[in-house]
């Protein structure tokens, strides 16, 4: 994933990776053979216009990005 993740950027493509999925679902949609085990989803493509998406979606795509501050996921020298 993390070299997928490298390239990928390199050539302006997003990714998502998605824990939360049904491998039963996955092997048995994409015909994978038995011996194959599915462990990763990721959804990948370029950046659409966000102008095409239905509200909620658009407003949501279009709001500023905000990230936590360090303080609040690192935990050095608090326990």
Known sequence: ???????????DIYLHQMGG????????ESNMPEEFEPVVAVA???MGDA????????SRETAPRTRKELEEISFEGRF
Do not use: T, W
């Not at 999925?21 to 048995?28: D, L």
């Not at 102008?51 to 909620?56: G, M, R, T």
């Open 44 to 46: 990948i493509g370029r």
């Open 21 to 28: 999925f049904s491998k039963e679902a996955m092997a048995k």
């Open 1 to 11: 994933m993390g070299n997928l993740s490298i390239q990928a950027h390199y050539m």
């Open 51 to 58: 102008s095409f998406l239905d509200e909620p979606l658009k």
